[in-house]
């Protein structure tokens, strides 16, 4: 059964998530958003849902927190609050929320959400070893309106054929770029093709790469 982190301060909502989702989910609970990061790499949960209007520490900023940091940026992070001024869920998506849901929470929708992101979420999951190892790259191609890119980024998540990084224009799944490792001189490292697809919609979305031709020196071979 997958697992839900659920961050929000009033115990009547978390009683409603647990009513509403424990059938699907095994679900881990906390009154204390600063205990949330803390709950996340102890639990490693396939979602958490947030609310933002909470005393000590702001929604927002434990948002940004779990989807920036290296250990937790692949937990998808959904938004669930009464606050429903466009601007708040612009900034959610931007700062890397999956998905923003105003309370009273219609919780058809937000299963068919779970399910849809946990869906997309599996083709990254594999067998590879993964390193952390802050790498930059730049990346070459077409985005989906065809228009032809050119982007620096980092990454710190890679395997001997894969990488995670951010890039800003939007790509489609199954689309290959060329990736040039960047240390003092630009070398090719070869095509790789995009496998993953989070926070797409954002201001800056992340893309999972695996290899489909290697033509040059890469960090792990």
Not at 10 to 31: S, Y
Not at 78 to 96: A, M, P, Y
Request: net charge neutral; charged share 25%; glycine share 6%.
């Amino acid at each position: 059964m997958a697992k839900l982190l659920v961050v929000d301060d009033d115990e009547a909502i978390r009683k409603l998530h647990r009513l509403n989702l424990a059938d699907t989910f095994d679900i881990i609970d906390t009154a204390e958003p600063e205990h949330a990061l803390a709950l996340a790499l102890e639990h490693k949960p396939d979602a958490i849902l947030l609310d933002l209007m909470m005393p000590k520490y702001s929604g927002l900023e434990l948002c940004q927190t779990l989807t920036s940091f290296s250990s937790t940026q692949l937990i998808p992070v959904l938004v669930v609050s009464g606050e429903i001024k466009q601007e708040i869920k612009t900034l959610c998506h931007n700062l890397g929320a999956s998905a923003f849901f105003e309370k009273p929470v219609d919780y058809d929708a937000l299963k068919a959400s779970l399910a849809s992101i946990l869906q997309a979420k599996r083709p990254e999951r594999r067998s590879e070893v993964r390193v952390r190892l802050r790498t930059v790259l730049k990346l070459r191609g077409l985005d989906n309106a065809g228009k032809a890119f050119e982007e620096l980024t980092t990454t710190e998540n890679l395997g001997q054929r894969s990488f995670l990084c951010g890039c800003t224009p939007s790509l489609k799944l199954n689309s290959v770029v060329d990736v040039l490792l960047i240390s003092g001189i630009e070398e090719p490292a070869g095509k790789a093709r995009v496998v993953r697809c989070a926070r797409s919609g954002t201001q800056y979305p992340r893309y999972g790469f695996q290899f489909v031709e290697k033509t040059g020196h890469w960090v792990l071979g």
